[in-house]
């Protein structure tokens, strides 16, 4: 849910949007990115409860995704945060957004690639989780 509200306020802000409009975009934009950022940390943590199951977040093409998704979300809020945004500014942000955002979705798809080539990342992964209770 973050990364598509991060994503929707990304490409709202490269509207022409009235000051109010502006704002409410801005606020919106600042809570999902910083969102993002949080839940990107938690996924990357508890896959890499496991060596092998986090792996693809720090190696390879889905690595290096990630980790560029998250310079772009990081550099995006930056220039948000800043007082006094040009139209120059909010366009470098959106565009910072936009690109994050695509980096997030082809990393995650080429981690599960890669997570998919080694099927023994899923068993230890299951292995090392909680046995169920048994309640829904």
Request: net charge positive; glycine share 8%; with cysteine.
């Amino acid at each position: 849910m973050a990364s598509a509200a991060s994503s929707a306020t990304s490409i709202l802000s490269l509207a022409r949007l009235d000051e109010k409009e502006e704002a409410v975009v801005d606020r919106l934009g600042t809570m999902a990115e910083l969102a993002e950022l949080v839940a990107a940390h938690w996924v990357e943590r508890a896959a890499s409860k496991v060596e092998r199951v986090g792996r693809p977040y720090k190696e390879g093409l889905s690595g290096t995704l990630w980790k560029t998704s998250t310079a772009l979300t990081m550099a995006g809020l930056a220039i948000g945060l800043l007082p006094g945004r040009s139209r120059v500014a909010r366009s470098a942000s959106g565009i910072a957004g936009i690109a994050s955002g695509l980096c997030l979705r082809f990393a995650i798809f080429h981690a599960g690639k890669a997570s998919a080539r080694d099927p023994r990342a899923t068993f230890h992964y299951q292995r090392q989780s909680p046995e169920p209770s048994g309640a829904l």
